[in-house]
Every structure is written in C-alpha cells, then in structure tokens.
C-alpha cells in the first residue's frame, strides 16, 4: 500500500518539497533582515523591552519587511491549495479513471486502501502546513513583538498550530468531496468554495467566542487599555445605569483619557459646566474636571475582550476543532468508500 | 419490455457423470439503480462449471457490466444472491484474492510502467507471481520500463491481463476484454487466454463478455445470454447447439410442433416459414427440414425475439 502511494504522489511530494524550499529561502532572509532591524531598533532606543509598549513611542518606528504582507497570504493559501490539488483529486481522479476497479479488487481491501491514501495525505498537509506555519512564525517574530498583538487575523491565522488545523480540513474535505462527487473538477469547486466558506464563518462568528470574553471596568481617568482583542461591546463608556453612553451617531463626542468617546448628549446636567464652550464640531479631549466630574457621577471605561495570554489556548481550540471537523468529514468517506458500488 | 423466452440449461445435460463443482452459480440476482427506477439485472439464476470459459453475450446494457461487477464483489445486489466459487461476492482478502477482474477501459495507472504495477500488486496480494507476469510479457515484446500510458492498445491490454492472471485466481472476469482491439490484438489477447486457462489444467474458470458471439465462438465452451436484463440461455454451448435447429418448412399452423418443442423465433416470408425450434425430443413432423444452427444463429435468434432493435437488424440482413 505504501508502496502505490508513493509512486502515485512521489512526483507531488517533489514539487511540494521544491516549493517549501524555495518559501524557505525568502523567509530566511527576510527574517534575518527583520531581526537585525528590530535589534538595531533596540538599540537605537536604548532598551531591551521586549514589546513596543513597553519602550513607549520609540519602538513603534516601522521595521520594514522586504517581502511583507504579501508572504503571509501566501501561507494562508497553502491548506487551501493542498486540499483542492492533492485532497479532490485523490479518489475522485481514480474514479474517473476506472483505476478504482483495478485497486478494489486487488486482494486488500478497500479500507485497507483508503486508509494508507487518506493517512499519508494526511501526515503530508501536518508536515507541510506545519513547516510552512513554523517559518511564518519565526519570521513575524519581530513583528510580533514590535505589535504585541498576535490576535489579529492576519498573524494569528497564519502562525502556530491553526494552519495545520486549516491544511487538515482542507485536505479531509477536498478528499470527501471527491469521494462523495466522484469527479475532480467538480470537487475541486467544492473544496475550495467550502473551505472558504467554512473558514469566513468561522472567523465571524466562533474564533474569538470559543471562550467568554474577560469584562473588565475601570475609571474613567485611567490611561489603561486591554491587549488581546475586542468581543462584543469591545472598549466603550457606561454610565451609572448602565447605559453604553459611547458613540457618536448622535451627537458630537469628547474623549476619555484612554480614547473611548462619550456623547456630548449622555453628559448629565451636573456636569455641563465642564463641557468646552462652544462645542467643537469634531468633539475633542476631555478635560480633566470633565472627566472627574462623570467619574462622580458613575461613568466609569467598560472593556469586553480576550486577552492576549489565551493566545494558546485559542490556538490550541480553534486546531482542536479543526482536527474534530476533518475527522468527521473522513468518517463520512470511509463510509461511503466501503457502501459504494464501483 | 416483456419477458422473451427463457431456457436454461442444466450443466449435466449430455454429460452423465458426476456433475463438476461450480464455479459461479447465481439465484435471482437482482440490481436496480437510481432508488430502483433503473433495474440493470433482473432475477438473474446462472451456473457457470469449474474450468470453464463461458461467453457472457447480450447487447448493449443488457447487463453484462453489472453482473460482472456483482460476482467480483465490487456492487451489492439489490436481491437475490450470488455463490462464487463458494463464497459471497465481498470486500476481503479472502476472496478477492481469489478473483481476477479486468473491467472494460481495462484501467491501469497510465503514467506508471508495467514494472511499477507488477511491485504494487505484489504488495496487494498474497498469492501474486511477479516472474510469471514479466515472462508473459516479454515474451509478447511488452516493454516493461514504459509509462502503460504510452503503449498501444493492444499492448496495454496484455499488460492488464497479465497482471490480473498474476494474481493466479481460480476465476477470471473479463469485461468486453477485446472490443477496443484491433482483429490481431483481439487474436493475441485470446491466445494469452486460453493459453493461460490450459496451464491452470482446469483450475482457473473464465467468464469474458462481449456483445458479439463471433468475437469468443473460438474461445469458449459455456454460454450465457443476457438481454433486456434477464437470463435467456446459459449452458454448456455444444448442448445448447445440440437442443436447437433451424427448421424450414411451409407456413402452416405450428401449434402442434409448439406442444412438443418450443419456438424461439419465427421468420415468415411468403409461404415459407423459418423457425428457430428449442427441440425436447426427436422432431416427428417430416414436413420441415432441419439445419444444424450456429452459435451466432442462436443468440441472435434470442435476442430478436426479446429486443426489437436485434429483431429489425435480422429483418435488415434477410
């Protein structure tokens, strides 16, 4: 079995190695450039502070990336393209071909068969995605640490376990399209349609809800701020009520020390003699008596978010999922692959 | 389509000695497609001999395919069932190593070459005879070191068969093996065959179809006949061509030789009638004169009279 396997894909692996290499190269030298510029960075500053934050502004200077952004999405499609080049085609394509009724009646069975295709794809799109997440993740060390925020989409999709929980459901669903459609084009359409829909949805509505958001309140005159991200509400102003009395759609709004806004209409009349006179139409900062003043009166920073230290822990859900999901869709192939008639 | 006439001959007719073990032998098998709305084989009951080389004729969809792929195990019957070579037709090694199927395309993996094929199925299963398949194949000039994708048909076809007799299975099913052959390939392949079933010294039974009697009349010596779905003759051939004449005679009322034989098929022209008679006994009525039929007679005459299109095509080269 193993043996078929690889003569059938031997010639896929050597173009996938050949590609992996040649990503490789690029983000080795781009990440080495990016090391010693935050390095030198550092230095400039006079600080070994691990995080922009930390250094305050001088760190926040932009570290150029020679290949940049372009590289990441890049790495966001590798699951993508081994599930529609590698996963439809591999029972599909046999089907197609008739070479289904020269394998099933091969003294094995079609278990058997289905196992060792399914299992080296598989080990295939861990080492792959796994090999190509690991550089993305080397590579954004700089960056990372320059941002301090990993949970935008763009870095923590593409860094860690996730992308071999992607490359695993992409893989498992381009194989039971192909199963279940028994043509490659077709089931190509289908991988990549799915997987598009299923990993927009998942952004949207499950990623960051997985676990309930941290609520936390502080005083108005606080400068202080979340890392991780928003959920929810995200960061706004309450009064004492309660009452999200941030925003600006209907009147012009004044900035609280750490840059939430408050409505000039929620401001209670005790406390209209600390409003500027007149208002600018852009709303403004707040001044520091207007600021106590809603403090008395109860307006205190409300903050709904995920924090940045459960960084694993969403990495570890979200590819737990994943595995969870593409196991179901390879329960759903085996089925159909030992109840078919060829 | 409503059913034609159905003969099935029992094995040992002619044949007073102890009846051989069989085979194949199917009970009402049926398949149907599609939730049902298609039936390919319709309460299908043939035996088939071991040591046999049987033709499976019909036309076109009449289900040659789908029995073939019944009795290897590769589809489930809808009903009735299926003993090969004792066993039920299903997904273990215990059987499949024991059959041999070449479906019609004959797939093979066109990119890799006939050495590739001959390691995968020494790995595929346990009784495989990797030397065998090499000799067999050099000895037809096949070369062994080419992508199968480049060689010609009929070269590609020998590989196929070679492989699948590499297994050394006591049984053989060979789906339209020569109809995309040209008439010197077709002539190979056969030699291969029969050839292949003569060292087996009657332990390797073949069952190939074809939609042509003329392709395999040389080869074979047990016939099944599919049409419409349905069985319409399986026997030993030279009993089915022993129980069958063409008799010719006036055109006259035949209700009286109809009580004593049964009348396949009737082609009236004038004032004489031609018919093809299954006979249960010597013929009494001197008024017809009797010929001896062809295996090609035979079927085409069964066929005509339960697929109109076969009927006209008759109609067409009288």
New interface residues.
Partial sequence: ????VW??YRLQWAIALALLAAIAVVEVIDGLHMASAWHSLQVACGTTAPTAGQGGGCLSQSIVSVVGNDFRILSVLVPAVLGILWGAPLIAHEME??????A????????RWLVAKVGYLMLAAVIWAGAASALVTWWSGPENAQRGDQFQSNYFNTQGIVPVGYAVVAMALGITAGVLIRRTVPAIAVTLAGYVALRAWFAEQIQFHLLPAVTTYTSLASTWSPGGISIGQGATVINAAGQNVGGSQFSTALYMPNGNPVATSYVPAACHQFLPSPIPPGGGNASPSLVSCLSKAGFRNVFSYQPGSRYWEFQGLETGIYVLMAAILLAVAFYAI?RR?? | MKPGPSLVVSQTEGTPMAPSALAIETSELTKRYRRGRVTALSNCSVTVPEGRISALIGPNGAGKTTLLRLLCGLAEPTSGTASVLDQTPRQEPAFLSEVGFLAQEMPLYRRMTAEAHIRICARLNSRWDGDLVRTRLRGLDVPLDRPVGTLSGGQRSQVALALVLGKRPRLLLLDEPVAALDPLARRHFLQTLTAAVAEAEGALTVVLSSHLVTDLERVCDHLILLAASQVQLCGDADDLLASHKVLVGPNKDTTPLEQAHTVVQRTTAGRQSTLLVRLTGPLADPGYQAEDVSLEDLVLGYMSATTPAYADLKAVGE
């Fill in positions: 079995m193993t043996y078929l003569r059938q071909t008739g070479t289904t009724s020269f099933w009646t091969q003294g094995t069975t079609r278990t030992r008639d060829a």
